[in-house]
């Protein structure tokens, strides 16, 4: 299974930020009622909830009592995400996709996204993907979305459905330099070294030195049987960056490669450990 570190580092778009532009693109009419103000109270609630869940989600609460209505809801999923309930955070999306992004596919596709991000920190990673299916189908084509469900199928080791939106992505935008790496990610899954090389090699002309990709080309490397390579390109990684969870899993790849050296065993080459999640 193509893991969080070796497949996606970064985090599915912030619901931070998605609380702020879906505020004014979810009701037009709230311009006309600037008493309520409630894209600055589901802004501030949002921002809340990301360093103070329990808080943010106590205001929420009070928040609909005072009749904030959907607004509120969206705060309290939020909350429940960052408290750690992805469970109840992804079918409380799921729901105010319905009904929040109703007129508006754009801010549906969002929230589902959101949702299937939710879903897949649950470990429900067919209704994460159905999530982000469904979010695909309000906006077709739309690169973050197929790389979103490419992760989602890759965590359910459905590694060729995950190659196939990464091509689609890839088609549409080849500059995405994360794409070329998560596509390397799931070659190596599948044992096709060569193609998994050729795009760590398109992933690195875009993003020189990333110490990811220099992690992950040594553990192919190490896997085709290229181990002087792989020792070099771990060296490198623990160079560039070795605080990072690359630089620790190069450090320990090199560690096993000095410790095996006489045993004539090849050594398993090690991935980053999974960091704490970040905002969705």
């Known amino acids: 299974m193509i893991r969080r570190n070796a497949y996606r ?5 912030s619901l931070l930020a998605t609380a702020s ?15 309520l103000d409630r894209n600055r109270e589901l802004k501030d609630c949002a921002t809340q909830a990301e360093t103070a869940p329990d808080a943010a989600f106590d205001r929420a609460l009070r928040w609909q009592e005072a009749g ?23 079918g409380r999306l799921e729901e105010l996709a319905g009904v929040m992004g109703k007129d508006d596919p754009k801010a549906a596709a969002s929230i589902l996204a959101r949702g299937g991000w939710a879903w897949l920190r649950a470990g429900d990673q067919k209704r994460a993907e159905r999530l982000y299916s469904a979010a695909l189908d309000r906006q077709p084509g739309d690169v973050d979305l197929l790389i979103d469900r490419a992760f989602a199928r890759a965590e359910a080791e459905r590694f060729w459905d995950a ?12 500059a995405r330099a994360d794409a070329y790496l998560y596509r390397a990610s799931a070659q190596k899954a599948l044992s096709n070294y060569r193609q998994a090389l050729a795009d760590i090699g398109h992933a690195l002309e875009l993003k020189p030195g990333d110490p990811e990709a220099i992690l992950l080309r040594g553990n192919v490397k ?5 181990l002087a390579g792989a020792r070099e390109d771990w060296a490198l990684v623990a160079r560039l960056a070795p605080d990072s969870d690359s630089g620790k899993a190069a450090a320990v790849n090199l560690e096993r490669v000095a410790k095996m050296a006489g045993s004539g065993a090849a050594p398993a080459p090690e991935a980053p450990k999974a960091e704490k999640p970040k905002s969705p």
């Open 9 to 13: 580092t970064l985090a599915v778009l």
């Open 21 to 35: 532009a879906l505020a004014p693109a979810l009701t037009p009419a709230l311009a006309a009622d600037p008493a």
């Open 68 to 90: 904030g209505g959907d607004y509120a809801r969206l705060c309290q999923a939020l909350a429940l995400f960052h408290k750690g309930d992805f469970k109840a955070a992804g």
């Open 163 to 174: 190659i196939a939106d990464l091509d689609a992505a890839l088609a549409k935008d080849p």
């Open 222 to 226: 190490a896997l085709s049987g290229g």
